[in-house]
């Protein structure tokens, strides 16, 4: 039988795999993987919480608005990786770093 | 007698006009006229006549008429008030016309005596402002321009003994004469003060004329008024050249011979003389038997010396102080009036000796240079027959030399016998030691008799030493123009009796003495006036024969090995004795101040100083490194953590991400485990 804390571990997983990508990929896209990783941890974690709320299903139901927010957020960030790669030539977060002074 | 505004009185004027002419005109040939011109002898001529002229008027309105006296206030220095002017009375207008009617005769011989000298102007500067400062000494009213005349005096007469400057003698002669001459001013100076300290007062009115004789008169036991009048007293035993203090006088010959003739005759020696005239009610009795020892031992002293002497113009010098010692002794003695005939008479006569001597040396100087001799000119063992030559010289000579004597129908006759015979008066029943005085004057001028004899002879008579060198020699010497006869034959018109008494034999009749008050004419046991004028005329012709005998037909001679004749000769040792005693533990003290200084005083400065470097050393090195390395050390730090904040400012999103999730881990991990 699985049980909570499997889902929870692969939830960890996921996010911990989401947080390496995030912080270690040189490539923006492979960056909005990781942040959808992320995302899917949490969802996983929603859906897997849910089972405690029979009633409403509430976590089944966040689920699905996270879902849908997640595909329109990973269509803004590819939007803004192409006009960052318009600006810079380059989609390599290293290579963008006009947040410095 | 009243005391009036500059402004107003005529007579006051004509006397500083005669002060400051010849001073305005010594301005003149030393800045204006060309040196070496012509211009400037006969300029300081005119001038020193002009003033002979206003003199003469002065003294004609102020002698036996009533004392001037005229001032205006010359500072004020808190309640004190101090006065300058002029004081004008039969002293101080005898002695205007004296200076200027000395002056003038020297101011004429010198135009011929330094004609083609290379400094002519300035020597005419020098002479005018020495006359100056005489002038100025005798008329102010003002003890401490007093002072300061007397001092502008010596400085003149430092300036005219040293006027030769290029010989190393005469140097060292007006050096010895203006330290000389310093000992005394500081007693002056002391004198002057201890008077302002007794009176609150410089002025020489208050304090000197017969009416202010009160304060000292009430006081004449006080220690605060016998002390003043022995400061006085030194002052003017340094100026007049009085034991122990006369042995600038002999070396200030070195100047040029006019100069001599003036400082022996009218100006700076008289200059002490004056003083104690001028300041004489100040004197206590025993300051005045003081001063007649000084000045009796004085011209006993100078007398014997002058017997061996070479040197022309040395025993002319000794002579003078022979005689200041005179005139000392008489102010003294109390024969006041007296000593102030002597200073008249003397300086005409021995004015007339010096001019006489210059004219000798200045024909021995021309023989010498034109016959390349090896001599030395002023020495009268080299002279000798010169009458023949030098008719006038001789004659105004052997004048002025009766009148040194006192011979009878001169004028010394009237002053000198006047001292020895008022002398004897005062020591008349006082106990006998003060008969001392009197009988030592006598002695001395019965020496003065042989000295000027030996003089008279060595120089005129006798065969010329010199034509022994040059046998074909015609004449030796000549009088030269009439720019030397003329003052000469002045000056030897003035040296007979005429001029001061209209009887040849009792000073008491001498208008110069009865200007100043009745001669002492006690009425002793024995007239003394016949016994000096008897032992001086039979005694003077014995030795006048016995000078004769030595000098002339040589039937005579003295051993010069003797005791006596070396103490003579060597000028009783008294230079001697200041060389090896006291200038060289002077010197001595000097040197080891000097070491003290060096090695103590400079020691201990050079001690701080090393100290003061040493302490600046470390103090540097604190500053350099720990203070400044304190500073370096925050800015490193501040630099270093500047430094590090600034490695997370990387502009990297990823990186920034990252700060956060380590901050995020760091909190919850505190939080959690804390």
């Known amino acids: ?12 997983g996921l996010f911990a795999i989401g947080i390496y990508m995030v912080l270690a990929k040189r490539n923006a896209i492979q960056v909005l993987i990781g942040i959808e990783f992320i995302l899917n941890a949490a969802i996983l974690n929603l ?55 | 007698m009243q005391t009036t505004l500059l402004h107003t009185d005529p007579t006051i ?55 001037l006296h005229s001032q205006w206030l010359w500072f004020t220095a808190g309640k004190l008030q101090v006065g300058a002017g002029v004081w004008l009375n039969n002293l101080s207008v005898l002695m205007l016309l004296l200076v200027t009617g000395i002056a003038l005769p020297v101011h004429i011989y010198s135009i011929a005596y330094m004609q083609g000298d290379e400094k002519y102007s300035r020597y005419f500067a020098y002479l005018g402002f020495f006359c100056f400062a005489m002038l100025g000494l005798v008329v102010v009213d003002n003890l401490l ?61 208050t304090l000197f004329d017969n009416h202010a004789t009160a304060a000292f008169v009430n006081a004449a ?8 009048g022995i400061c006085f007293l030194i002052g003017a035993m340094a100026k007049s050249a009085q034991f122990p203090l006369h042995t600038w006088l002999p070396d200030a010959m070195e100047g040029p011979t006019s100069i001599s003739a003036l400082i022996h005759a009218a100006t700076m020696v008289a200059a002490g003389i004056f003083l104690l005239g001028r300041v004489y009610v100040m004197f206590s009795p025993d300051v005045l038997t003081l001063m007649a020892c000084i000045g009796c031992f004085t011209a006993f002293m100078a007398a014997t010396i002058a017997l061996t002497q070479n040197d022309l113009k040395r025993i002319l010098a000794y ?16 024969a006041y009036s007296s000593g102030l005939l002597h200073l008249a008479t003397h300086a005409f006569f021995k004015c007339l000796l010096f001019l006489a001597a210059g004219v000798i040396i200045h024909q021995m100087q021309h023989l010498k240079d034109e016959h390349q ?42 002053s000198k016998d006047g001292i020895m015979v008022q002398a004897f008066y005062w020591a008349e029943g006082k106990s006998w030691p003060h008969f001392i005085v009197p009988v030592t004057a006598l002695l001395t001028s019965l020496l003065t008799i042989f000295y000027i004899s030996r003089l008279l002879f060595k120089v005129f008579f006798g065969e010329a030493k010199i034509k022994e060198m040059v046998p074909n020699l015609k004449t030796v010497g000549h009088d030269g123009g009439w720019l030397f006869s003329l003052p000469m034959i002045f000056l030897a018109l003035c040296s007979l009796f005429p001029l001061f008494s209209f009887h040849p034999f009792d000073y008491s009749e001498a208008w110069i003495v009865q200007g100043f008050g ?42 010069q090995s003797g005791f006596l004749f070396k103490l003579s000769y060597h000028e009783w040792y008294i230079d001697w004795f200041y060389h090896r005693v006291i200038i060289k533990d002077v010197l001595r003290i000097g040197s080891v101040l000097s070491w003290v200084d060096r090695n103590i005083f400079d020691g201990i400065i050079h001690l701080f100083g090393s100290v003061s470097i040493f302490i600046g050393k470390i103090t540097a090195w604190i500053d350099k490194y720990l203070i400044d390395g304190f500073i370096n050390l925050l800015v490193t730090v501040v630099k270093q953590a500047g430094n590090f904040v600034r490695g997370f400012q990387t502009g990297r999103v990823q990186a920034y991400l990252l700060s956060m999730l380590l901050l995020i881990v760091v909190i919850y991990v505190l939080k959690t485990f804390m």
């Open chain 2, 145 to 205: 321009l007093l002072y300061m005349f007397w001092e502008l005096v010596g400085f003149a007469s430092y300036l005219l003994i040293g006027f030769w400057f290029t010989r190393e003698k005469a140097v060292q002669a007006n050096k010895k004469a203006f330290i000389m001459n310093r000992i005394g001013d500081v007693a002056l100076l002391s004198g002057i003060l201890i008077l302002y300290a007794d009176f609150h007062t410089f002025n020489m009115v």
């Open chain 1, 47 to 101: 859906v897997a919480f849910g089972k405690y709320d029979k009633l409403y299903n509430s976590g089944q139901t966040f689920a699905l608005f996270a879902i849908v927010l997640a595909g329109a957020a990973a269509a803004v960030a590819l939007a803004i990786i192409l006009n960052v790669y318009k600006q810079y030539k380059t989609i390599d977060p290293n290579k963008v770093e006009k947040l410095k002074d």
């Open chain 2, 13 to 67: 004027q004509l006397a500083l006009l005669a002060v400051l002419i010849p001073f305005a005109v010594a301005l003149v040939n030393l800045f204006l006229v060309k040196n070496q011109s012509k211009v400037s002898g006969w300029l300081g001529t005119l001038a020193i006549l002009i003033s002979f002229v206003l003199s003469a008027v002065v003294f004609s309105r102020v002698w036996n008429v009533g004392d």
């Open chain 2, 221 to 228: 036991d006080s220690t605060w008024i016998t002390l003043p």
């Open chain 2, 373 to 414: 001799l090896d001599i030395d000119a002023q020495d009268i063992n080299n002279m000798g027959g010169m009458r023949k030559g030098m008719p006038v010289t001789f004659v105004t000579c052997v004048v002025a030399s009766l009148a040194l004597i006192g011979f009878p129908f001169t004028s010394g006759c009237l």
């Open chain 2, 518 to 559: 009745i001669a002492v004419k006690a009425a002793g046991s024995i007239s003394y006036e016949t016994l000096v004028a008897l032992t001086v005329n039979i005694f003077g012709i014995a030795i006048v024969y016995l000078a004769y005998t030595l000098y002339i037909s040589r039937s005579r001679a003295i051993k």
């Open chain 2, 319 to 334: 002579s003078t102080i022979s005689q200041l010692g005179f005139m000392m002794m008489a102010m003294g003695v109390g």
């Open chain 1, 1 to 12: 039988m699985i049980t909570l804390t499997n889902f929870l571990l692969i939830g960890a």
